[in-house]
């Protein structure tokens, strides 16, 4: 669960190791939820990715492999 308000925006942006960014940045809300799906163009080649993820208080990163 994400901490601060559900309902409030949060911003998805997903970076290729170059640091461009693959898919527009998307405001989202996840309510309650705790999965977020996200479609890719579909040329987007297999490989490691950035993802961030950024709330009101703080920006959440990761890596993500896709195959």
């Known amino acids: 669960q ?12 997903i970076f ?3 640091g461009q960014p693959v898919n527009p940045i998307t405001q989202i809300y996840t309510g309650n939820s705790q ?13 490691l990715y950035l993802l961030a993820l ?3 208080q703080k920006v ?5 492999v896709l195959k």
């Open 60 to 64: 959440y990163t990761a890596k993500v």
């Open 35 to 47: 999965t977020i799906q996200v479609q890719l163009p579909p040329q987007t080649p297999p490989g």
């Open 54 to 56: 950024t709330t009101p």
């Open 2 to 13: 994400l901490p601060g308000n559900p309902n409030q925006p949060r911003q998805l942006s």
């Open 16 to 18: 290729n190791l170059q």
